[in-house]
């Protein structure tokens, strides 16, 4: 059974709209949330992460919104670029647990057209 | 932060033989993490290597068909046993860094024919 669920394989969007990336988990020991971006060929990059004692957190153009009753959050990309296309990784783990392996989602084929 | 650098990056093996994966690390880390990434599907922990001891095996995956050496605290290996075209994957080591952010490599493209 899968504890992080990305349930949309892909997302277009046009540039200089908004992307809107979705993950739903449903282990409630899940305290950290992460996501990743990943290019063909390369390893998963950081990008931004939230703890569960927040419901936002915002880092240049993008931002992450969590709803902890609703088990769901979500990457929000503004304004969309080309160079974001690329696959995305939600990920959870509880935090500050050294050694504590991260579980992911599928993760969303993201393609911003110009 | 950490830079993962890791080898080779793909290759295309027969089946029946073995390929040995290598990560190394330019900082020293306790714990080291193997992922393997199939087709459409997400990142699944393999195992968690601690420098010292055994790796630790996630359910699903044995020793004997990926057995995982860390002799030291900035590198590991992964080895993928008796390969089948099944194991045709993304291979990717990790290190936890604090606790939480997780640093990969850039992977291991792995066909087995």
């Known amino acids: 059974d899968q504890q992080v669920k990305q349930n949309s394989p892909s997302l277009s969007v046009q540039e200089g709209r908004i992307s809107i990336l979705n993950c739903d988990y449903t282990n409630s020991m899940f305290d950290y949330f992460l996501w990743y971006k990943k290019y063909p060929a390369e390893g998963p990059t950081f990008l931004i992460s939230?703890?569960?004692?927040?419901d936002k957190n915002e880092d240049g153009r993008f931002t992450v919104f969590l709803n902890k009753s609703a088990k769901h959050l979500s990457l929000h990309i503004v304004p969309s670029q080309p160079g974001d296309s690329a696959v995305y990784f939600c990920a959870a783990t509880k935090a500050n647990q050294a050694g504590t392996a991260l579980i992911f989602g599928k993760g969303t084929t993201l393609s911003v057209s110009s | 932060s950490a830079v993962i650098s890791q080898k080779p990056s793909r290759d295309i093996c027969q089946r029946g033989t073995s390929l040995t994966i290598q990560c190394q690390v330019d900082?020293?880390?306790?714990?080291m993490f193997w992922y393997r990434q199939q087709p459409g599907q997400s990142l699944t922990l393999i195992a968690t290597?601690?420098?010292?001891?055994?790796?630790?095996?996630e359910s699903g995956f044995v020793i004997d068909k990926f057995p995982i050496s860390r002799p030291n605290l900035t590198f590991s290996t992964l080895t993928v046993s008796n390969m089948s075209p099944e194991d045709s994957s993304i291979y990717l080591c990790?290190?936890?860094?604090?606790?939480?952010?997780?640093?990969f490599g850039q992977g291991t493209r792995l066909t087995v024919v």
């Open positions: 290597a601690n420098q010292g001891s055994e790796a630790t095996y």
């Open positions: 939230i703890s569960s004692i927040k």
């Open positions: 900082s020293q880390v306790t714990m």
């Open positions: 990790s290190v936890d860094v604090g606790g939480t952010e997780a640093f």
